[in-house]
Structures are given as structure tokens and as C-alpha cells.
């Protein structure tokens, strides 16, 4: 009864059973890492989404939104206010579930699947107001991340056979995590309660945590508003790293054209809840109609 | 003013185990009971069973309040309805380990078979009642449990399953309890022969003064705090694990939670079960054996739930020692102590004025004479009592919401996270600078 | 347009939710076998798992039914006045009162004590009388010699203190007032004191800082009035008609008229007043009230007042027909109340009422079914209603209707 049930989660992963996803994170596994990551993912178009439509009563938030998304690309999603941004990365992440239409990943149909399901299935999201634990600390944060983990079961937590594993794992973990916080240079915050550190640190962590679940794609909700200067910059570094060095695949929502426009090679523009265009930010500056959806939108 | 700082300085290092604070408070509250017994003129062996009395509800208090505390301390489940869960638990033992000749018929099965189905009963019956209702928000859940647990007392309480119940009468057929089956040759009987391992404990007793029943209840109460023991170990154990720490997570936020691949429904499910499971067995140490046993449906109404509640809103929330101390206290300060601090202001100023009601209490006063209205309080002190919970608990939400350790933040994890477990600062690992940390990193 | 759209709802939804599905089936049984009943058919009897359920149909008059369903609405406007309250303060202060079946009694122990000075004194005339001669010498002392003490400890017999709307319709009407007075001052008392301190403070806190004053209000009813459940109420020479076999009496005929009177002030006032438009538009919409923040105290305190007034009046009634009364009463009634609450939409008030004449129904209707040994289901029978509404359809089954 209180093992831990194997949802259909388990099922998608099962690699990761018996390699925990974490050992992917250690140093020396480095280039291997990368090389089976590369081998086990074809390149291609991880997010696929079609004819997504999304009704609230009887307000049109989505309406019939088509766009992909490359593998190990940055691709930036813009559009104004009320364009239906929010709505469809809550769509694609099982926030909500889609009037009509399909989200595929990975080339199968994960419409309507309930977020853990998804994020299981390493397409992690961050939210707009950094989500953070308040009551644990920047370690524990990390932490809780990784999937699948041995201690989750009551039974191995508390069995004495069983749970000199879970302790093995923990520690792992612990070294994982530590690792993680170095790369965002927030290690020096490790023991603080994840209430008390700035609104620029928060997101940070975030991306961290999210980092922790050794996901494949990650989409990022306006993970730079509210960032000084210098931290944006600093963010934007790790994701330009990850993107090269992990293949990591990122979607951004995005408020600030100018951001989106000098990082992302590829930009989908929305509007009144479609796509509007989609391009490279070259032929996205050179559309009239872009101009125009964004000065309307913003009177 | 230093002199001072250093004596609290070193009086919290004395106190920071939580061992020393458990231990401590449990020896406070036995030189109080001890106290008290003396000035009532008790006889030592009175006072054994007064003190054995206190540490036993202050034991199965803290035993339910632990259970609370898995569910609302950590998960943030407000269950309101602990009483029928452990009552399941207590029906369920009574109804299976019950002798088959007795009136209402148990199945007669072996003691610990008993245990485990009532356990088993609580998980199941908490799971398949509150499965659907874990998905509501907190207070809804809180009006889903509070109705199911009516539901089970009624159900109990019904006529149309006395043959099976009891009726309201309640279950009159206990098993027997453990410890007159270890120690004694016909557990039926007080004054049988007492078996070799009865027979040096009985012969001690005696030679003190103090009767059989009371070393019976005392060696129950000793088994009732090794059991509080393995239940605090085993929950101190689950909540430095992966598992207690998605638990804490989904206390703080669910959402995040479960964009991280945590399936909370999942988390949430376990860990009420588990709650509930453990109030079961609360029940059962406390009801359907020892020296309280006793299965009336009345023993189950929801203010057993709500005492349960105020108990570890005292000792905090979210901390596993604080509900050990927040049970213990609300048993032996709250529960146990008013009556016999009445009967001692009663004995020392000799109030022996009874008035009837709170007017005739009242109207002297004005002419200078408070002993009717000491009288009238000394004799109301049970409601007085329960006045004084609420009045605490509301003091206690305005001011220390935190309870006494709920403060404390404990660490989620089955290793230790201090700064000094970073593997840059391992003696091996020397030159594991930032950014090498950051190139190594994937 | 509007009609057609909600039953192609209610064709999706039961196709869409089997739970939902198996209680409309199941009401229809109950439904049957009601009609089988009144009918006189009967199969059976029935046996499941070792449990006499009795034969399904049977013979049950007609007369019944209909004194179940007067009893049922009797009990449900009281249900339905004390739920306007706590729905109000669920929605508008954002918190589940547990504390609410204990206003409830608080009103009816302070209402009857009134009524039983009036009354035991002989009316409202010789006390006034008395009291013009003792000030001015003008006059005579008319009230009557009596022990004032029990008579407001509740303590003198019914009959002798005339407890009866027939002998002492002033009292009574005393009574209701001061019932409503006094649960609404102490009402604003324990807001002053309990909850403005933590205003702001999450639902659960303040949740359990209701349980804190329910158990202050309980012991200290019990303090004062003592722990025994008393009969209240005297039917000495009090006028009854018979309709249908159901015997109605004037006790409750006077409940109906008042509930129904407070219930029409109510919608008057929330209808008509802008403060009544502002709070309706608070309560309709919780999200409202979240994004406005807290409520200005004006609202609050017009919130505390309406509720208790309420509720202290529900009370009062609710004694008039039933007659006893102990310091648990109200806490008994209040997972009730709660019911007809969830039922009617949390800050529906209009809700609330229908709420609480649905759960009073059921709660006497049901006797049809739960019949001898089973009789004491009918409260759980109202909770588990309850339950799967909060399941199937936490808005209420009001709910979505707009009340403006």
C-alpha cells in the first residue's frame, strides 16, 4: 500500500531505474553523458504543438496555435499582453488541459497529461513568480528535483536493509546538487532558506531545481523579469552553456523583445492567440505585422 | 546581564537534544503529579498510579498528535477527523481479537493479528473516505473529515448494527490485555497465579505496597512509551527522507512540486494513509486495551479530534519532538492537572460552599465573600477547563503559531547538508574551484 | 436559451462523470421505491451481507410524507437562516466558522432567558409599570413575586414561567430581539478580540482560531446555564390545527412566518442598499474578494452583524419548535449548517436558503427509507450528501446561478 506505485511515468524512463538520471551530473561522466544524450535523442523537433485551442467559458485564450520547436535550439515565444502565451505554456505543461488540439514531445501525443507526468518526461517548466520552496533550504530545493528517487518509497526510507541505499543516493545527490549551485554560483547560499534570497537569486534557483530533474527541455516563463543586469547576464550565460554543452532544448516566454531578439536564433510571435510568425529574429524585426500586432497590443 | 546571557547559553546547549528536552519535560511533569499526589495526602503507591496515569495519556496523546503531525505537520492535510479514524483502529482490534463467546461476538483471532487488521482497518477505511476529498482545498477537507467521522461514530452508535457494535452501549467484548497474558497464568483474573515472568515483578510490588492492577497498568504504560518511541523513530526517519522531503514541499507548494515530476496526488495519498494508520493504532494502545479500555461511541466525538489539535499546535506543527511534547503537555497540564490543582485550593483554604449556579456564586461576592465563587469554580473546573483550551488556542494562533518547536526548521534529508558536506571543501577534492565545478558539471 | 444550455451541461456532465451518474441512478430508486411505498407495493424483504434493508416499497400513508416534509422545512429554515450567516463570513472573511453552531446557541440561551423574565414576571406591561413606580412613585408594583434567578438560568418549568407564544407573545417576541442583539454583540465582541488581531491570516488559522471560540462559547454557555439538556418551550393551551394528518402547531407556524420575514429583510437589504450591493458582489465572487484584499472593517463588521443576527434569531426559533435546549445544540446543528452551505455555493445566499430547506427535507424525507434501527442515519445520510457534492460539484449545486 505504501510503496510507491509505478505510474505511467516510470514506464517512459525506464533507463532510469536502474541508472539513476543523476550520475549523468558527475565530472568524469562528462563526455560520455553528452554523447549518450546525443545518441539516445534523434535531432529533430523534441516539442511539436498543433491546432492548440484553449476556452475559458467562453473566452478564446488559444485559438488553433501550430509551431515546433528544435532540437538544442533557444527559441523565444513573444507576443503581447493577452496574446496567449501563458495559456499555451500551461497547455503544453498540463497546467490546463487543451479545448482542442495536440502537444506532442518527443513525437508522442502528451495532450492532457497531468504536469508531473510530463516534467517526468524531462519537460520541465519554471514559473513567472519564482515557485520557491520557502520553509527548505537552497540544498534541500535541489534536492527534492531528481526523479525517481530510491528514498521515496516509505519502506526504503525507514526498512534498515534498504535504506543504506536510499543514504548512498542521498549522498550522491547532496554532491550533485552542491555541483549544480557552483555552476550557478549560488553555492555560497546552500544552507540559507530559499525565503529569504532576492528575487534575481530565486530565479536562479529555480533554474537550478529545474536543472536537478535532468530534463531535456526546459521552458522558461519569464525567467528574467524582475533580474538586475548582471544576474541576467549571468543566466543567460548557464543557458547558452547547457544549450551547447547538453543539448538542452529551451523555450522562453519572454516580455522583452530586445532579450529574445539578440539571444534566440528561432522566434514565434503570437497574437490574439496565434501564431503570428515565426522565424529568425531577422525576418521577425523585418515583418510589418509584428510591428504593428505589438503596437496595438501595447495601446 | 552577561551572567545571565552565559547561564541561558548554557541552559540551551543543555537543552538543544531533543532527548534532553523530551526527557526533561517528562520528569517535570512527574515530580508535579508527585507533588500533587503528596499535598492530596495520597499514599505513595496512589501516587505510582496517578503518575502512571498521566504518562499514559501523555503517551497516547503524543501518539495520535504524531499521527496529525505526518498529516498536517508535514503534508499539509487538515484532517479534522482523527477520532473516527481511531476508532476504526479500536473497533477494529476489539472486533477481531474479541473472544467469539462474548456479547457483541469478536472473531477471537490472536492478539497482534488484532492490531494489525485495526491498523489496517484505519489506513484503509482513511483512504477510500478521503482518496477523493485530498484533491479539495484545505478547509473542505477539513468539513469532508469532520463529517466522515461522524459518520463512523453514528454508524458505531447505531442500533441497527449492535449485534456487530454494540450499539451505543459500545463494545463491551475487549481482548485481553497483553500484559495480564504476560504476566499472569488466567489474564481473566487479577489474583491468578502470576507466570515466571509476573511472579518477580508481582513479589517487588508488594513489598511496596502497590496492587497488582497498578503494576499491570504500569508495565502496559512502559510498553504504550516504547511504542510512542518506535513511532517517533520511524516518523523521525521518514521525514529525513526523499519522501518526507516532497511531503514538505507539497506543504509549501503544491504547483511547484509537481512541475518538478512529483506525482503529489501520489505523495499525498501515502502519506495520509499513513497518518491514519497510526491514529488506528493510537486508538487501539488507548482504548481497546490497558487501563483505559473502554469502546462507548461517546469516547469518539470530535472534540477528541480537536484536543488531538490543540495538542500539537502547542508543540508545533511540522516537528516530530513537538508533538511529543505538545501531547504530553496538553495531557498532564491541560487534561490532568486542573482537577487536582482544584481539589488542592479546595483542601488548603477549605472552600466548601457549593452554590448552585453561577448567580448565586456571583451575588456574595458583592458583599465581600468569595468563597461561594471559589466554590463554584472549584466545582465547574472541567468546563473551566475546556474554556481555558480555547481561550489558549486562540492565544496561540495570535501569538505563537508556531507552537513550541514548529519553529525549528528541521532538515529534509537521510544525509546531513551542512556547509562542510560540499565537495569542494573535502580534503581530496581540493581545487574543485566554481567554474571547474561549472565545466565538470554535466 | 440560457435553460437548454444548462440541460446539454447536465447531459455532458452525466456522460462524462459516472460517479455523478450512480447518485441520479440511486436517487431514482429511492424515488421508486418512495412511490411504491405510497403506493402499497412491496418486494422483499431484502437482505445484504448479513443486513435486514428491509422490503423495498411497503406500505407508508400518504399523511407521512407529508408531516416528514413539514418537519423537514421547519427545521430546514432554521438550517437556511443560520447558513446565510456562515456562508457570508465563509466567503467574505474567507474562513470556515467552526464556531457558528455555537453563536446559534448563545442566541437561543440569551433569547429564552429574556423571554422567561418577561414572561415569568407577567408580561412586558407590569415590568414597565413597575418600573415607573419604583422611579417615580407613580403607580404600583404589578409584576409578579418569582424566583428572577431561575427564571433566567432557564431553571423554572416551562409551563410555570409561560414559555408559549400563545400566553406570552410579547415575551417571545422580546426574546427574538434580544436573541438577535445579544449574538451580535457578541459577535463583534470576538471579532474585536479574536480575529482582528490575525485579520488577514490564512484560512486555516483562522479556522482554527474559530475552533478556540467555539469551545470559549460552549463551556461558558455551559458555565452559566449549567450541562443539562432542559425542555424549554410549553404547549399549554397552545392553538393546533391538523392538514393532511400533520399536526401544525402554533410555535412552528410562527417560525415559518418570522424565518420567512428576516429572509425577505434580508434579500431587501442586499438587494436595495449599497452597502448590501457591495457585500452581495464580495460573497457572489470570492475572487473578487481576493483581488480587492481584505474588506474594509465596515463590511466586515456589517458581515459579523448580518451572520449573528441571523443566526442568534435561528436559534431562538429553532428552540420555539423543538423546545429543547442544552449548551450543545448548536454544535450539533453545525456540520448541518455546513452542508446546506456547500450545498447552496459557498457565498450564495440565496443559496444557503435553498441549502438549508434541501438538507432539512432530507434529513426528515429520509426517515421514509431509514425506518427503525435505521433512523439514526438521517444526519449521516445529510453529511454524505454533503461529501459528494463537495466531490462532484464544490460550487454547490446552486452554484453558477447568479444571485444578483
Known amino acids: 500500500m505504501s510503496e510507491r506505485s509505478d505510474g505511467p511515468a516510470d514506464a517512459n524512463l525506464p533507463d532510469d531505474v536502474d541508472a539513476p538520471d543523476t550520475e549523468d551530473l558527475e565530472p568524469e561522466a562528462d563526455d560520455s553523458a553528452v554523447e549518450e544524450a546525443a545518441k539516445r535523442v534523434p535531432r529533430g523537433v523534441p516539442l511539436k504543438v498543433e491546432g492548440l485551442r484553449k476556452e475559458f467559458g467562453g473566452i478564446t485564450a488559444v485559438d488553433g496555435a501550430t509551431f515546433s520547436v528544435e532540437e538544442a535550439s533557444l527559441t523565444g515565444l513573444i507576443g503581447p499582453n493577452g496574446a496567449g502565451k501563458s495559456t499555451t505554456f500551461n497547455c503544453i505543461t498540463g497546467v490546463h488541459e487543451p479545448t482542442a488540439g495536440t502537444v506532442q514531445f518527443r513525437g508522442e501525443d502528451i495532450t492532457g497529461e497531468r504536469p508531473h507526468a510530463i516534467a517526468n518526461r524531462g519537460l520541465v517548466r519554471t514559473f513567472q513568480i519564482a515557485r520557491e520552496l520557502d520553509e527548505m533550504t537552497v540544498l534541500e530545493n535541489l534536492m527534492l528535483a531528481p526523479g525517481h528517487q530510491r528514498g521515496e518509497s516509505i519502506t526504503r526510507s525507514v526498512l534498515p536493509g534498504l ?120 525576418e521577425i524585426k523585418a515583418n510589418e505585422d509584428v510591428v504593428e500586432a505589438y503596437l496595438g497590443g501595447e495601446v | 546581564m552577561s551572567a545571565v546571557d552565559d547561564a541561558r547559553g548554557v541552559l540551551e546547549r543543555v537543552f538543544a537534544p531533543d532527548a534532553v528536552k523530551v526527557f526533561a519535560m517528562f520528569a517535570g511533569i512527574w515530580l508535579l503529579f508527585y507533588w500533587f499526589g503528596n499535598q492530596l495526602g495520597y499514599t505513595d503507591p496512589f501516587i505510582l498510579a496517578l503518575v502512571r496515569r498521566v504518562t499514559f495519556l501523555s503517551a497516547v496523546y503524543a501518539l495520535a498528535v504524531l499521527a496529525l503531525n505526518i498529516q498536517w505537520g508535514y503534508a499539509g492535510l487538515f484532517n479534522i477527523g482523527v477520532a473516527g479514524f481511531m476508532a476504526v483502529g479500536a473497533y477494529g482490534t476489539a472486533m477481531l481479537s474479541g473472544s467469539p463467546g462474548g456479547s457483541p461476538p469478536g472473531l477471537g483471532l490472536p492478539l497482534p493479528l488484532g492490531v494489525l487488521g485495526g491498523v489496517l482497518a484505519a489506513t484503509v477505511i482513511g483512504l477510500v473516505a478521503a482518496l ?14 469532520v463529517a466522515i467521522s461522524e459518520i463512523i461514530r453514528i454508524t458505531f452508535n447505531s442500533p441497527a448494527f449492535a449485534n456487530v457494535t454494540g450499539g451505543a452501549s459500545g463494545f463491551d467484548n475487549l481482548p485481553t490485555n497483553p500484559v495480564r497474558t504476560l504476566l499472569l497464568t488466567e489474564p481473566g483474573s487479577i489474583i491468578s497465579d502470576p507466570t515466571p515472568l509476573g511472579q518477580p515483578i508481582f513479589s517487588l510490588a508488594t513489598e511496596y505496597g502497590i496492587q497488582r492492577l497498578t503494576v499491570v497498568n504500569t508495565v502496559y504504560t512502559v510498553g504504550t512509551l516504547v511504542v510512542l518511541l518506535g513511532v517517533y523513530l520511524l516518523l523521525e526517519r521518514i521525514g529525513r527522507s526523499p519522501f518526507g522531503r516532497v511531503l514538505k514541499a507539497i506543504r509549501e507548494d503544491e504547483v511547484a512540486t509537481r512541475s518538478l515530476g512529483k506525482d503529489t496526488q501520489n505523495f499525498k495519498v501515502r502519506a495520509f494513509g499513513l497518518g491514519c494508520g497510526l ?73 466548601a460552599a457549593d452554590p448552585a449556579n453561577l448567580v448565586e456564586a456571583l451575588a456574595p461576592v458583592v458583599e465581600g465573600d468569595l468563597m461561594p465563587l471559589a466554590g463554584f469554580l472549584l466545582n465547574n473546573i472541567d468546563t473551566l477547563r475546556f474554556i481555558g483550551m480555547g481561550v489558549l488556542l486562540i492565544l ?31 580534503p581530496e577534492r581540493p581545487t574543485a574551484a566554481a567554474d571547474g565545478g561549472g565545466d565538470g558539471d554535466e | 436559451m440560457n435553460r437548454t444550455n444548462a440541460l446539454d451541461h447536465g447531459v455532458r456532465y452525466v456522460r462524462t462523470s459516472p460517479g455523478a451518474t450512480a447518485v441520479v441512478a440511486f436517487s431514482a430508486i429511492l424515488l421508486l421505491d418512495l412511490l411504491a411505498k405510497l403506493v402499497g407495493f412491496s418486494l422483499g424483504p431484502l437482505t445484504v451481507a448479513g443486513i435486514d434493508l428491509g422490503p423495498f416499497g411497503g406500505e407508508m400513508p400518504f399523511t407521512r410524507l407529508v408531516s416528514y416534509t ?16 456562515l456562508s457570508l463570513t465563509y466567503s467574505i472573511l474567507n474562513f470556515a466558522n467552526f464556531a457558528h453552531g455555537d453563536y446559534l446557541t448563545a442566541g437561543a440561551f440569551s433569547g429564552w432567558a429574556a423571554t422567561y423574565i418577561i414572561a415569568g414576571l407577567g408580561g ?76 488577514g491570516a490564512d484560512g486555516i488559522s483562522l479556522l482554527i482560531a474559530s475552533i478556540g471560540v467555539a469551545f470559549g462559547i460552549r463551556y461558558l454557555v455551559a458555565l452559566v446555564f449549567g450541562n443539562s439538556r432542559r425542555i424549554v418551550t410549553s404547549t399549554d393551551q397552545l392553538p393546533e390545527v391538523t392538514l393532511i394528518g400533520t399536526r401544525i402547531d402554533a410555535h412552528e407556524v410562527t417560525l415559518v412566518v418570522v424565518a420567512i420575514l428576516l429572509m425577505l429583510g434580508m434579500h431587501v437589504l442586499l438587494q436595495r442598499t449599497k452597502l448590501g450591493k457591495a457585500m452581495r458582489a464580495m460573497a457572489d465572487n470570492r475572487d473578487l474578494a481576493r483581488v480587492t484584499g481584505i474588506p474594509t472593517e465596515r463590511v466586515i463588521r456589517t458581515t459579523w452583524m448580518l451572520g449573528a443576527g441571523l443566526t442568534g434569531a435561528a436559534g431562538f426559533l429553532l428552540v420555539l419548535s423543538q423546545a429543547g435546549l442544552g449548551f450543545t445544540t448548536g454544535w450539533r446543528l453545525l456540520l448541518l449548517i455546513f452542508a446546506a452551505v456547500i450545498m447552496g455555493g459557498i457565498g450564495s445566499i440565496y443559496g444557503a436558503i435553498a441549502g438549508g430547506l434541501v438538507i432539512g427535507l432530507a434529513s426528515r424525507v429520509s426517515l421514509v427509507w431509514l425506518q427503525g434501527d435505521f433512523s439514526s442515519f438521517t444526519s449521516p445520510a445529510a453529511f454524505a450528501l454533503m461529501i459528494l457534492i463537495l466531490l462532484f460539484r464544490p460550487s454547490g449545486i446552486f452554484g453558477g446561478v447568479s444571485t444578483a
Open chain 1, 163 to 282: 535504506r543504506g541505499d536510499v543514504v548512498r543516493q542521498e549522498s550522491e545527490l547532496r554532491e550533485d546538487a552542491w555541483e549544480t549551485l557552483e555552476f550557478f554560483e549560488i553555492d555560497h547560499l546552500a544552507g540559507e532558506y530559499a525565503g529569504n534570497l532576492s528575487g534575481g537569486q530565486r530565479k536562479l534557483l529555480e533554474l537550478a531545481r529545474a536543472l536537478m530533474t535532468d530534463p531535456e527541455m526546459m521552458l522558461l516563463d519569464e525567467a528574467f523579469a524582475g533580474v538586475n543586469p548582471t544576474l541576467e547576464e549571468k543566466l543567460l550565460d548557464r543557458i547558452h552553456d547547457l544549450r551547447e554543452q547538453e543539448d538542452l532544448t529551451f523555450l522562453l516566454v519572454e516580455h522583452d523583445m530586445d532579450l529574445i531578439m539578440e539571444n534566440c536564433e528561432h522566434v514565434i510571435v503570437m497574437h490574439q492567440g496565434r501564431v503570428l510568425d515565426e522565424g529568425t529574429p531577422e
Open chain 2, 132 to 145: 477523493p476529498a485530498l484533491r479539495l482545498k484545505a478547509d473542505y477537507l477539513a468539513i469532508v473529515t
Open chain 2, 279 to 351: 491514529m488506528g493504532l493510537a486508538g487501539i494502545l488507548w482504548y481497546a486495551m490497558g487501563p483505559r479500555a473502554s469502546i462507548v461511541p461517546v469516547n469518539f466525538r470530535p472534540e477528541l479530534t480537536f484536543y488531538i489539535f490543540i495538542a500539537l499546535i502547542i508543540g508545533g506543527s511540522g516537528s516530530n519532538t513537538g508533538s511529543i511534547l505538545g501531547g504530553a503537555l496538553f495531557a498532564s497540564l491541560l487534561f490532568e492537572a486542573p482537577p487536582r490543582i482544584a481539589a488542592i485550593i479546595g483542601d488548603r483554604f477549605d472552600v
Open chain 2, 396 to 426: 496561540l494562533v495570535q501569538r505563537r503559531p508556531e507552537g513550541l518547536l514548529g519553529a525549528r526548521k528541521e532538515t529534509a534529508s537521510a544525509v546531513s547538508l551542512a556547509d562542510d558536506t560540499r565537495p569542494g571543501t573535502a
Open chain 3, 70 to 85: 413539514w418537519d423537514g422545512l421547519v427545521i430546514g429554515l432554521v438550517i437556511g437562516l443560520a447558513s446565510i450567516g
Open chain 3, 124 to 199: 412586558l406591561l407590569p415590568i414597565v409599570e413597575s418600573a415607573v413606580h419604583a422611579v417615580t412613585g407613580v403607580g404600583q408594583r404589578t409584576i409578579r413575586n418569582t424566583d428572577l434567578v431561575s427564571l433566567v438560568l432557564l431553571e423554572t418549568p416551562p409551563g410555570t414561567a409561560g414559555a408559549n407564544v400563545w400566553l406570552s407573545p410579547i415575551a417571545v417576541v422580546v426574546g427574538l430581539a434580544v436573541a438577535v442583539v445579544l449574538t451580535i454583540a457578541m459577535a463583534l465582541v470576538i471579532d474585536r478580540f479574536v480575529y482582528k488581531p490575525i485579520r
